[in-house]
């Protein structure tokens, strides 16, 4: 059974850019989390999307956002990327709460 | 806010010999969830054990074992027979039953299994 898959794995950017990142969940997972983990401030949650609707959203400014699509692969999508956006950015996919989250590797965004 | 604490930045055990990682969280909520999760170099979370919280019995996973306190609101965890490959950092996490899909995590806890 494939894992959760997130792409790219590593991006450069550059302040005042846009970035779109990718997550497909484990087949037959609805439910997809983001989160953003940095040394300062640790694993932070984003926000989790269920069929399509987000259900659930973390502290962060509105440049961040996210969609799900039909086959419950999703999509984060920050804008005018600051210097502070700098993170690894987690996807996470479940069958259901309180199964337990599938983490992906990662995507590694630096913004220079 | 509610959070997640693990007091412990960071812990080493030899080779084969046990080791309990601590960690409490504070609630309102009598419907949650509690995890581990393991994060290797690789950067590769990896859910170690889970446990409901309506559960008194402690979660077991192979050499991987909690301790559920739920009145003191904490929730260890215990590696027995420690192997090379159990270094990593080790987050504890809780999941409260009305927030879909977030997890809120403690600061971590490096553990480093030395040979």
């Known amino acids: 059974k494939a894992g959760v898959t997130q792409t790219p794995r590593y991006l450069i950017k550059t302040r005042g850019q846009q970035v779109t990142l990718s997550c497909s969940p484990i087949?037959?997972?609805?439910?997809v989390s983001w989160y953003q983990q940095t040394p300062g401030q640790g694993l932070q949650f984003l926000f989790e999307?269920?069929?399509?609707?987000?259900?659930n959203k973390g502290n962060f400014p509105g440049r961040f956002s996210g969609r799900q699509f039909s086959n419950s692969r999703s999509e984060m999508n920050v804008s005018t990327l600051e210097l502070g956006d700098s993170a690894l950015y987690l996807c996470?996919?479940?069958?259901?709460?309180?199964?337990?989250?599938?983490f992906g590797s990662g995507t590694r965004l630096t913004v220079v | 806010a509610q959070t997640v604490t693990q007091s412990q930045p960071e812990m080493s055990v030899q080779e084969a010999e046990t080791v309990t990682l601590s960690c409490t969280y504070d609630?309102?909520?009598?419907?949650?969830?509690l995890f581990w999760y393991k994060q290797p170099p690789s950067r590769q979370m990896i859910l170690v054990i889970r446990?409901?919280?309506?559960?008194?019995q402690n979660a077991t996973e192979n050499r991987f074992s909690v301790n559920f306190q739920k009145a003191a609101k904490s929730f260890s965890l215990k590696i027995s027979d420690s192997q090379l490959g159990d270094t990593a950092m080790y987050f504890c996490?809780?999941?409260?039953?009305?927030?879909?899909?977030?997890?809120?995590f403690g600061q971590g806890t490096i553990l480093t299994v030395h040979p």
């Open positions: 996470a996919s479940s069958r259901g709460q309180g199964y337990g989250y599938t």
């Open positions: 087949s037959g997972h609805r439910s």
């Open positions: 999307y269920f069929s399509e609707t987000q259900r």
């Open positions: 609630t309102s909520e009598n419907n949650y969830y």
């Open positions: 446990q409901e919280a309506y559960k008194q």
């Open positions: 996490a809780r999941m409260r039953g009305t927030s879909y899909g977030k997890l809120t």
